[in-house]
């Protein structure tokens, strides 16, 4: 399976969180979420951010243990298997594609003031534009989305920095009109304007050291946004009357008139055109990650898994872009954004569930390089919330969605109930609970699991990575005498490499002298030549209580390693590996911990990641 190439850094990452969420909901819904609740609206705002907070958690844990294309759609599909993963896939790819489809609509209105063209007709060249970008490369399509972002922020801070000299308190008041109830009626209402957020995990694949860049990149840009909605909203609702906002679907660009005229006017239209444009932008990018997720996993036909040699999934571009360009001929947007909300919705609670099943299945190679603070808490408030949301979306939506939901089941009984992935977290955590017999448990999502954070870690010997996961396992209780250690090694290989004992003993004896001053912060690494052998092979030793030598020096791990004689270069490099692994400080450490063979292996592998650390001794 080809992978993605990881050409996202953290200022590309921000760039596409924040593009992803400024547009209408900051340029259109105002207006209409200030006739629901009056000047209480801000509050709306604010709550609406804040109950993203649970969510951003988890979906930082869950994309720095797994990242990989498709980002929530892969969790949910890991966590709670191919229905529900069905159903999360296709729920992600529409939402964000409509989203998107409402964007362009945004800017094709604005360039209809100017150009006499047919709206729909500019939305797809739009669409088309966009679908290009993207073709070419992620890289090329997350520069257009920083400056974009860049261009954005900034007149939104010109916009309040002019503006705040002019706000009329008296427009604040009665600040509750419609009481509590019409605050979070309204902050349910808002809600989309912050749905972009944990979206740009699904591009996390394509991202450089995604363990610090994605939770770094995901808290910033809630931030972010949080401030300039903030900002904006203060702004307008003290400026423009009541009247007046409550009716406006340009409110924003109303309020500009009456602070700097027709200049100000043209700036926040230019800021409103930039935040349709990225939101456009980002919408595809991350949208057309979920297909390629999809398909990877037999969701959707093999086609869609396609890349170019941009590496970019550009069957699942395309797709994309013709999804959008029919839903913008003959689907009723505005209903639909409200559905697209209502999955989200789904899709949030299922993330914040999904880390509970990863955590309680303690499947040892679910190893995030970030753990969401306060749980399981945070990820209970986070499903409430969702909840609570849910309840203010009203019956009709609620209705449309279970409906969407009856397609995703359709799809999952026709055509790939029998080719998606088999085993979920679900699955690790009901074993766990309700069987005593260990060789029940699957092992397949673990090993997918251990070959995402090793992929994640920047392990690529491969051959190294092979000869440590193919090691016999020797795991000693009691102390043993180096020459106790090859007695057992020996008999150990003689099993594997169908030789007699005999021919390793001789060897071990002949460079005893050599092998014991090769002893590295508590980890032997003996190693001889064979003429015997066509491949190298490794036993992998752990020794509870230590290999004592004769000079009184202890080691807890050795790495026995058994070469061909003719392959002396190739020995060499897979000893500076071992070398380099042995320099993590905590490697025996981890070594030791481990609960059995498996776990053993994995912090081996993982180890490689850590080396190099300063170490006190």
Not at 175 to 198: D, R
Request: proline residues 3%.
């Amino acid at each position: 399976m080809k992978g993605l190439k990881k050409t996202l850094g953290f200022w590309d990452v921000l760039a596409v969180a924040v593009g992803a969420m400024i547009s209408s909901g900051l340029f259109v819904l105002p207006g209409l979420a200030y006739a629901q609740t009056g000047p209480s609206v801000i509050l709306s705002y604010l709550l609406a951010g804040f109950a993203c907070i649970p969510t951003l958690f988890s979906m930082a844990e869950l994309a720095t243990a797994m990242p990989k294309a498709g980002g929530d759609y892969f969790y949910i599909m890991r966590g709670f298997g191919p229905l529900l993963g069905t159903l999360s896939g296709f729920s992600s790819w529409f939402s964000l594609s409509l989203k998107s489809a409402f964007a362009l609509v945004g800017m094709a209105a604005y360039i209809a003031r100017i150009v006499p063209l047919d709206l729909n007709l500019i939305a797809i060249c739009l669409c088309l534009f966009f679908v290009i970008l993207n073709l070419l490369g992620v890289k090329e399509a997350t520069k257009l989305q920083l400056f974009l972002v860049l261009g954005l922020a900034g007149i939104l801070l010109l916009y309040f920095s002019f503006g705040i000299g002019s706000i009329n308190l008296s427009f604040f008041y009665p600040f509750l009109s419609n009481g509590a109830i019409g605050i979070f009626k309204t902050t349910a209402f808002v809600f989309i304007s912050y749905a972009g957020l944990t979206h740009m995990v699904s591009l996390s694949e394509e991202v450089r050291d995604p363990g610090k860049n994605i939770p770094r990149a995901l808290f910033m840009s809630l931030v972010i946004v949080i401030i300039l909605y903030s900002m904006v909203i203060i702004t307008t609702v003290g400026i423009l009357p009541g009247s007046i906002l409550e009716n406006s679907l340009t409110p924003v660009s109303d309020t500009a008139r009456i602070i700097g005229g027709r200049v100000m006017e043209a700036l926040v239209t230019t800021a409103a055109f930039l935040a349709f444009i990225s939101t456009a932008n980002a919408g595809i990018m991350a949208a057309s990650r979920y297909p390629l997720g999809m398909s990877r996993d037999g969701i959707l036909p093999e086609f869609l898994a396609k890349i170019n040699r941009f590496k970019v999934p550009y069957m699942s571009v395309l797709t994309t872009g013709m999804f959008i360009a029919f839903s913008l001929f003959f689907l009723p947007l505005q209903l639909l954004i409200k559905v697209a909300s209502c999955m989200l919705i789904v899709l949030y609670i299922f993330a914040n569930l999904g880390v509970v099943f990863f955590r309680e299945s303690r499947i040892k190679s679910y190893k995030p390089r970030f753990y969401s603070p306060f749980y399981p808490y945070m990820q209970v408030i986070g499903v409430l919330i969702g909840i609570f949301l849910l309840i203010e979306m009203g019956s009709l939506i609620v209705f449309l969605t279970l409906s969407f939901m009856s397609f995703s089941w359709l799809w999952y009984k026709l055509f790939s109930r029998r080719r998606g992935v088999g085993n979920t977290a679900l699955l690790y955590m009901l074993e766990r609970i309700i069987s005593r017999d260990k060789e029940l448990a699957s092992e397949k999502l673990h090993e997918e699991l251990a070959h995402i954070v090793i992929e994640r870690e920047g392990l690529i010997d491969t051959t190294t990575l092979e000869i440590i996961k193919q090691a016999d396992v020797l795991d000693i209780k009691d102390a043993i005498t180096i020459d106790d250690l090859f007695d057992r090694v020996a008999i150990s290989l003689s099993e594997t490499l169908k030789l007699k004992a005999e021919v390793f003993l001789k060897e071990f004896k002949k460079r005893r002298d050599v092998l014991l001053d090769i002893v590295e912060r508590g980890v032997a690494i003996p190693h001889i030549f064979l003429t015997e052998i066509e491949r190298t092979h490794m036993v992998l030793v752990r020794a509870k209580n230590g290999i004592v030598y004769p000079d009184g020096k202890k080691a807890w791990v050795a790495f026995v390693l058994v070469g061909p004689a003719g392959e002396r270069q190739r020995h060499l490099k897979i000893l500076a590996v071992i070398a380099d692994i042995v320099q993590d400080c905590d490697f025996v450490k981890k070594c030791l911990i481990a609960e059995d063979e498996e776990e053993l292996i994995f912090n081996v592998l993982l180890a490689q990641k850590y080396s190099g650390r300063s170490c006190q001794y």
